[in-house]
């Protein structure tokens, strides 16, 4: 936490303002800086050069970012699919159900996705990504020459 109160109230408003597209400058007037809107903006870019508000500002931001990690491994989203799929059925949501056994096939590789493979209009050329990794590259470029 700043020592100034007005500066640490400015990097918190900088911080939420992001979330809605507003500039620094009116987060120096939230901050109870009397100021016109122009003017404000040049003074809340000279205080940005402030080191010791830059690491706050960066200090604020990086909770955010580390809670919006989420756990993306295979075994996990079976999980959550799994437990999809039970509540569709308790309440007779069809397309939950679906959706959570789609994603379980894709994720146990059971439904394999097709891609478009060589340029644009080749789109009669599909084969599926599984057999296009294991492919050589020489075999690779006969298939997708137009």
Partial sequence: MLQNIRHETSCQH?????KFGQGH????IKAGYNSTPVAADV???????N??????????V???AAKRRVDVSAVALIDKSESL???????DQLNAVGKGIELQGKL?????????VGGAGASAICT??????SMSSKRRAVLTKP
Avoid: D, F, N, S
């Fill in 14 to 18: 900088i911080v939420q303002g992001a």
């Fill in 25 to 28: 400058g009116l987060a120096y």
């Fill in 43 to 49: 003074a809340a870019c000279r205080q940005q050069k």
């Fill in 51 to 60: 080191h010791k508000i830059q690491e706050r500002i960066a200090e604020l």
């Fill in 62 to 64: 990086t909770p955010a």
């Fill in 85 to 91: 799929i039970e509540r569709g059925l308790a309440t």
């Fill in 108 to 116: 146990g590789g059971a439904l394999i996705e097709r891609v478009e």
């Fill in 128 to 133: 599926p990504l599984t057999t296009l990794r």
